[in-house]
């Protein structure tokens, strides 16, 4: 690493040290944008002050129990930048999201909305609160509490939140009741998939559909498709279960999802029969044990991942660093040739190294997770009627975006000198079209 980018990830480990996710997510982009920083060295300024957020907003949520126990969780919004548009970013309740969790989940969705072909801005958040064994009623009430504070830095015009682990189409629709009634008017779009109140009902296919949309342009520079291939995918979120469905119908073979205990392996591959028990299960909150009762054939391994299962394509779609250097070493040795991330950076930085050397091909998540951005931006757009599109309309605009997002990556690669056919063209080439186009916009806004 050079002496400018290192003092760059110097400088944010004297800030703040124990923001070890943060840290993580900015010292990938920064070693993409060396050449970058060489070519031009005023970008040096841009980037330290990009890295900082403009907003983090930390505050109390304070709710009852069904025993009427109060609890006090915390939550966070981290509205990373608005130089392009609106912040735009999920909403994660789970018991590890703190205040490093947030900033790298608002600074992932800044970059990813900034290499889409939109104008939006990227933020994060959530809170602490697990809603794992909570009552319907309690969800509502910490819902209720968590906007309370919230709401009055929300709107069209500044901040979109939307779903992330933890936070589905219930969660949203308290949430959203509530903003409503504090902000006294129906405006906004909260995305998920009730469409009378939050935008596009095809959202929720959106990037999942995307990610395979995605492997199948690398696929086709390499002349070949995704019929028949093995494929592993971590998660039973809607994200996973979407590439599950759109792999189906691309005749690949999915093998694996998993859950936090543990993944399920079906050796003979799921069809649209299995899809619909998978997604049954997952809706009613039983275990993925319980597939086994109607298809002995699969197998569960307890406390275990899918990486080490022979494949072609892998899909994490869990959560951030699920693959660690062992797991990558496992891909690598069972086959893999290709990962698509589906979650946000979902290998440490160790892991990205095995898989380098070992010439597997990373999509990165920027890129290929923004099937999601694409369908939020015609929400925006009022000239789309999108209750009014066919599933067809929907999957052709969506292809259109994923390729013009696979092309803009790989031509800002070949820019600043990275080969086209290199593991990390994508990683680096996204990283560094989202930093461009926000430094063009923070140097035209006098931001530096």
């Known amino acids: 690493m050079s002496k400018t980018a290192g003092s760059i990830i110097e400088a944010v480990l004297k800030k703040d040290p124990h923001e070890f996710e943060f840290i993580q997510s900015v010292q990938e982009v920064v070693h993409s944008l060396e050449p970058v920083l060489v070519k031009n060295s005023q970008y040096i300024h841009i980037l330290e002050r990009l890295l900082e957020p403009e907003r983090t907003i930390i505050f109390r949520v304070p709710w009852v129990d069904d025993k009427g126990e109060t609890h006090v969780n915390r939550g966070f919004r981290v509205q990373f930048s608005q130089v392009l548009g609106p912040c735009r970013g999920g909403l994660r309740f789970h018991p590890s999201m703190n205040l490093s969790v947030a900033k790298f989940l608002g600074f992932e969705q800044t970059m990813k909305n900034a290499l889409s072909p939109y104008k939006l801005g990227g933020a994060g958040g959530g809170s602490d609160f697990d809603p794992r064994g909570k009552s319907e009623n309690e969800i509502m009430r910490f819902c209720q509490s968590f906007m309370d504070e919230l709401y009055r830095y929300l ?36 995305t998920g998939p009730k469409i009378f109140w939050s935008g596009s009902s095809l959202r929720t296919e959106a990037t999942g559909y995307g990610l395979v949309f995605f492997a199948r342009l690398i696929l086709l520079e390499m002349n070949k498709e995704l019929k028949g291939l093995r494929c592993v995918i971590s998660g039973t979120g809607k994200i996973a279960l979407h590439v599950l469905e759109k792999l189906l119908s691309c ?34 909150q039983r275990s993925l044990r319980d597939y086994i009762k109607s298809y002995p054939r699969a197998r569960y391994f307890e406390d275990s991942k899918p990486w080490n299962e022979r494949c072609d394509i892998a899909f994490p ?47 990165p998540a920027k890129a290929a997770g923004a099937g999601g951005i694409a369908v939020g931006e015609l929400e925006l757009n009022h000239e789309y009627n999108l209750m009014q599109w066919s599933p067809e309309d929907f999957e052709t605009k969506l292809q259109d975006s994923m390729k013009q997002t696979y092309e803009r990556s790989l031509k800002h690669a070949n820019d600043y000198g990275f080969l086209k056919d290199s593991p990390e063209a994508l990683v680096h080439g996204g990283n560094i079209c989202a930093f461009l186009n926000l430094a063009q916009a923070m140097t035209d806004q006098g931001c530096v």
């Open 155 to 190: 709107g069209p015009d500044q901040d979109l939140p939307a779903e992330d682990m933890g936070v589905g189409p219930r969660e949203m629709g308290f949430l959203f009741g509530q903003y409503r009634r504090l902000a006294g008017h129906f405006q906004g779009n909260f």
């Open 251 to 284: 005749g690949a073979i999915p093998i694996t999802v998993s859950d936090s205990k543990g993944y399920l392996l079906d050796e003979d591959g799921f069809d649209y029969v299995k899809f619909s028990l998978l997604r049954d299960i997952k809706s009613q």
């Open 317 to 363: 779609c869990a959560s951030q660093n699920e693959i660690g250097q062992p797991e990558a070493l496992g891909l690598v040795n069972s086959g893999c040739r290709i990962l698509i991330e589906g979650s946000n950076m979902p290998c440490t930085s160790q892991a990205i190294d095995a898989l380098r050397k070992a010439k597997v091909l990373v999509a």
